[in-house]
């Protein structure tokens, strides 16, 4: 069977959330935080490059650690700085600077920095701090998430942040700023003097053009999307600016990639300029599919939590890369990819969350897969989790030494992978364990096939079915019993004819 590659796309004791992929030379390249397996903070592990060359998806590979958060002079062991979500871009002078928040905390306090390299995947050096054209920090708004681009030999950089309240929580008439301001002043160290004397207001997504020492600002920075609570009467009403920005340049259009006030998507804006004139577009991908052919929020398909990433277009091909919840948290971040379609007017529908991902089409019923490669985890009602355990008992993703499951499969739970290419008379094996005592009803898309018994077993087994299908299709796993089971694996084997 030729090599395939699923969501996740990296291996599965890997977590490279908020991933930024690039493409230099002949491999695209993935720059993103990184989260610990069963962790329980954000990007608690040095930097790492993930890639893979553009022609092969399949192969992906990282030469070791690109950067530690102790070549930053500004880190701090005692205030636990964490280094956020990065991006890259190479330089006119052919060298790759890697541009990062460093913070922790729980503040969003850090300036901005950058670390270069003459490799794209690094060993990145420390190159300094994000600068004033008086040699002090960068302070302007909340310097987070920075995205970078080099725009025909004009660097300029993007970045920002803003609170995300649920918008049932949102008083009619909104939040008064003397009930905001003390929690910024909290969370961003800043005074009350700063904040009153910032008159586009400090949250929001912002841009600036860098000199040649790809350190030092132009000007002041320029505000290009408002974040949720000034958002009220512009194009972002709705879909208003939270974190996680990203910045694309296609044909003449600039497309401004962000994570939204409701966190578990990933809209896009455009404009003719870099610096003004965004206009809210739609919605790239949600890690619960949220919106999707009409999908409301307490239907979501997998539990969601933050999103962040961005498109690239990779041999032909575009994809938005974005990533998924894991562990009952928020704090083990899986990368995802999916295709999306740039339509002759510019626009990009709404990515489907899919088990294929970067395979150029439909995995093939044959062989054993991870359970974990999901795209549809859900009991009915999945929660949003933000930055804190999730306490109801759901079926998720978890891991326990060197294996990789799910866990907390219960009645009414169901599970989906989209999509595999069936050829005939072929035998679904499932490997499983827990006290459940039930059957496992099987869909291929609507179509119930078959349901197998489950009975109580503490150790992993084996349970099969017959399955005859020709074409592609999503397969479906729906529980009705008691108690619960884990899932390690599934596999296919393909019953073919003697020729």
């Keep these: 069977m030729k090599k395939q590659v699923y969501n996740p796309y990296l291996p599965l004791n890997v977590y490279i959330p908020d991933g930024e992929p ?18 329980h903070d954000f990007c608690v592990l040095d930097y790492e490059v993930w890639s893979a060359p553009v022609d092969d998806l399949t192969n992906w590979s990282c030469p070791g650690v690109a950067y530690r958060a102790k070549q930053d002079p500004d880190w ?73 681009i080099n725009d025909g030999g004009v660097i300029r950089l993007y970045y920002g942040w803003s609170l995300a309240v649920p918008a049932e929580r949102v008083p009619t008439g909104g939040v008064p700023m003397d009930r905001l301001k003390p929690v910024m002043m909290q969370l961003f160290e800043k005074s009350a003097e700063e904040i009153d004397g910032t008159p586009e207001g400090i949250m929001g997504a912002n841009t600036v053009e860098l000199m040649d020492d790809m350190l030092t600002v132009k000007r002041r920075p320029v505000r290009i999307a408002p974040g949720q609570f000034d958002a009220d009467g ?18 003449d259009t ?30 790239l991908v949600s890690n619960g599919d949220i919106g999707l ?5 307490q239907d979501r398909l997998m539990m969601t939590g933050n999103s962040h990433g961005s498109i690239e277009n990779i041999g032909g091909q575009w994809y938005v890369f974005y990533h998924r919840q894991t562990h009952l948290n928020t704090f083990s971040r899986q990368g995802c990819a999916e295709k999306i379609t740039l339509l002759p007017d510019g626009s990009i529908p709404q990515a489907e969350m899919t088990s294929c991902g970067l395979n150029g089409g439909p995995l093939i019923a044959e062989g054993v897969y991870p359970a974990s490669i999901c795209c549809c985890l859900t009991n009915g009602h999945m929660p949003h989790t933000d930055q804190q355990d999730c306490q109801e008992p759901i079926p998720h993703i978890t891991h326990a030494g060197q294996e990789h499951f799910l866990a907390g499969i219960a009645d009414g739970t169901c599970i989906g992978y989209k999509s595999f290419a069936f050829d005939g008379d072929t035998t679904l094996t499932l490997t499983l364990r827990g006290p459940a005592n039930g059957r496992l009803h099987i869909l291929l898309n609507d179509m119930e096939q078959e349901a197998v018994h489950i009975a109580a077993d503490s ?12 074409g592609v299709y999503a397969l479906y796993l729906k529980y009705e019993g008691e108690a619960y089971f884990d899932m390690r694996e599934f596999s296919f084997f393909a019953h073919h004819a003697p020729s």
Aim: hydrophobic fraction near 30%; glycine fraction near 12%.
């Design 76 to 148: 701090n062991e005692k205030r636990g700085y964490a280094m956020y979500a990065p991006d890259c871009v190479r330089g006119n002078d052919g060298r790759y600077y890697l541009y990062y928040a460093l913070a922790g905390g729980g503040l969003f306090t850090g300036n901005l920095h950058a670390a270069v390299s003459d490799r794209p995947d690094g060993p990145f050096a420390y190159h300094g701090c994000v600068r004033k054209p008086d040699g002090t920090p960068l302070t302007t708004f909340i310097t987070f998430d920075p995205a970078v």
């Design 254 to 283: 600039y497309y401004f990639i962000y994570s939204s006030e409701h966190q578990h998507e990933l809209c896009y804006a455009t404009s003719k300029s870099p610096d003004r004139d965004f206009v809210f577009c739609g919605v």
């Design 459 to 470: 150790a992993w087994h084996s349970v099969s079915l017959r399955l005859n299908a020709r």
């Design 293 to 297: 052919n009409g999908r409301a929020p």
């Design 22 to 39: 690039h493409v230099f030379g002949d491999r695209v390249y993935v720059y993103g935080s990184h989260d610990q397996e069963g962790g």
């Design 234 to 251: 512009t194009s972002f009403q709705g879909h208003a600016f939270f974190e996680g920005s990203s910045i694309r340049k296609i044909g």
